[in-house]
């Protein structure tokens, strides 16, 4: 309905005008003919006549094609016809009617006329019938969208609530070790730090993408709270050009790497650690770590990978690659530009 209301004075008008050239055709063929047998001011009253009748069906198809988009609600397409024909035969006999009162001597009452009625009737109760058939084909597709639409938020949605505990639980790790050495100032630095982490991871459920230089200050606490959490046994090198910070991924992707880094590897004063972050030629966001595997496999069911693979075939419809390659781990994360 709003596709026809948006452009009721323009394409409807439009539609009328065509449409009505197409009824009054075999008038319009036959009008030099008949201008041949009168003369006088007949000639005039004649072509008054015509263009009388070309407004009367134009006034006719813009009413009927209003009425069934607005009025003739149904589906079935006899019921709909049905009304136009009597709208039709109304119209018919009032067209008549008139004539005869204003001037009588107007011809083609019979099968012509009939004829151009009837052809208004049905077309206008095919187009009726055919907008109402792609309304409700528009609907059920709109209906669909905003399913999926809400499907994948909810999906999302609890992607973003696998990551919120498992962070906190060991973020607290540090803040601990701090709090037993005693370290006061240190320890202030981390609380503060870790405060700005947690609002970041907070407010991400309102957030789905994120440019790179949002992504990166967030990380920038983060590794403060790791590399304290570690004493200075884990590092970090960042390497990314200004001119990309624009670029965009979705909302906290780093996060889960580095938890991936922790979880799987030894960090000690013999297995220093040292996460590289970078961007490729490719413009890819490339995340390496060398790979010091622990005696022990970690308990992890790889939720956090999976999450992450998730949430980027979600947002962008983009896969993330993995290479275990020379005893380095890598994790490309693809970008928008």
């Not at 009025?71 to 709909?80: D, G, L, M």
């Not at 609907?139 to 962070?167: G, T, V």
């Not at 490339?286 to 075939?313: D, H, M, Q």
Request: proline letters at 3%; glycine letters at 2%.
């Amino acid at each position: 309905m709003n596709i026809l209301n948006k452009y009721t004075t323009f394409k409807l008008l439009l539609i009328t005008l065509i449409s009505a050239v197409f009824i009054v055709y075999p008038n319009i063929a036959c009008l030099p003919w008949e201008l041949d047998f009168i003369k006088g001011i007949d000639r005039t009253y004649h072509l008054l006549y015509f263009a009388v009748r070309y407004v009367f069906f134009c006034i006719l198809i813009f009413a009927l094609l209003k009425a069934n988009v607005q009025v003739f609600n149904t589906q079935s397409f006899r019921r709909r016809f049905w009304n136009n024909f009597i709208v039709s035969l109304v119209a018919y006999i009032t067209f008549i009617g008139t004539t005869l009162l204003v001037y009588p001597k107007g011809t083609h009452f019979g099968s012509i006329l009939v004829f151009q009625f009837f052809v208004v009737c049905f077309l206008v109760t095919f187009t009726g019938h055919t907008y109402l058939l792609y309304s409700v084909q528009r609907k059920k597709e709109q209906e669909i969208e905003r399913l999926k639409m809400e499907n994948l938020q909810s999906r999302y949605d609890a992607l973003m609530n696998q990551i919120n505990p498992h962070f906190f639980f060991n973020s607290l790790n540090g803040l601990t070790a701090l709090i037993r050495k005693k370290n006061d100032e240190n320890t202030l630095t981390y609380v503060n730090k870790m405060s700005d982490v947690f609002r970041y991871i907070l407010q991400s459920d309102k957030k789905g993408l994120v440019t790179l230089e949002e992504e990166l200050e967030f990380v920038d606490a983060f590794f403060y709270m790791m590399e304290v959490r570690f004493a200075n046994k884990l590092e970090f090198k960042v390497c990314v050009d200004k001119e990309k910070l624009s670029c965009k991924l979705p909302v906290l992707s780093i996060l889960p790497l580095i938890e991936n880094v922790v979880v799987h590897n030894r960090i000690d004063s013999e297995h220093k650690m040292v996460v590289t972050i970078r961007l490729n030629e490719q413009d890819e966001l490339v995340v390496t770590n060398p790979i010091y595997p622990k005696l022990s496999p970690p308990e992890t069911n790889g939720t956090g990978l999976k999450n992450l693979e998730n949430r980027f075939l979600l947002l962008m419809n983009k896969q993330i690659r993995i290479v275990d390659k020379d005893d380095l781990y890598y994790v490309y994360l693809p970008l928008i530009i």
